[in-house]
């Protein structure tokens, strides 16, 4: 197989696919860990992985075993490299899951248990920006679509309503924006979400795995130049 027939876009998402889902079954840091001690075997070598390759066609009549072991082992590499510069691979972001706030394959996640709102909220220092809308992906990470470039690297989600059928307080930084069209951007990132408990922040793994979950405070960085935004909460 030619390099240069190979899409690279394609091999991002299936790469994407197969470390997030092995991280939904064993956790981030567990999967990550798995990955750079077998080589990346371990993403072929799973309960999703069969269905995964052949979603993204790796099992068609057409492609050869040849094809097929390249496309393996380039999807291999780009988690591993992911994993060693610590970024997340995102897989293939859709500019219409923005209408629902999911993509097709978190359309049937349930949310509704993840509903939980501090008594009070405490911010000094540097207010945070509401901006955007929370979309879920799972397993890929979750994104924030915006009208308007993110004119910080942090902000709070100004909606959540749409993709977990309630409002809820939970902040972004931005690792990355993209500008989809003349008014849609995309920011991916992290994000942060105030929990009750540790048990109800291990919740969220099965919605938002791209996440920092705390219970009662936490600092944010805005910009150079600023001082940093505080934010405790009480339950």
Request: charged share 20%.
């Amino acid at each position: 197989m030619n390099r240069s027939n190979i899409n690279e876009r394609a091999v991002h998402d299936l790469a994407a696919y197969l470390f997030w889902s092995l991280s939904e079954k064993t956790g981030f840091s567990a999967a990550a860990d798995e990955v750079l001690d077998t080589d990346g075997v371990c993403l072929f070598d799973n309960d999703h992985s069969e269905k995964i390759m052949t979603i993204h066609g790796l099992h068609d009549h057409r492609v050869s075993s040849e094809e097929r072991l390249t496309v393996m082992r380039l999807a291999a590499n780009l988690v591993i490299g992911s994993i060693h510069r610590e970024e997340n691979l995102n897989g293939i972001i859709y500019s219409e899951d923005d209408a629902n706030g999911r993509s097709p394959s978190a359309i049937n996640i349930p949310t509704k248990g993840l509903a939980a709102h501090p008594k009070k909220v405490m911010v000094s220092g540097s207010p945070l920006p509401r901006i955007g809308r929370l979309c879920i992906r799972h397993p890929l990470p979750a994104v924030v679509f915006s009208e308007a470039r993110p004119p910080f690297t942090v902000f709070e989600v100004a909606d959540t309503r749409r993709a977990l059928g309630f409002q809820m307080l939970m902040y972004f930084s931005v690792d990355g924006i993209t500008q989809i069209d003349q008014t849609l951007y995309v920011s991916t990132g992290q994000f942060h979400i105030p929990v009750p408990s540790a048990d109800q922040g291990d919740k969220w793994n099965r919605v938002i795995q791209n996440a920092y979950k705390f219970v009662r405070a936490t600092d944010f960085w805005i910009d150079e130049g600023r001082p940093p935004s505080k934010i405790c909460f009480s339950w």
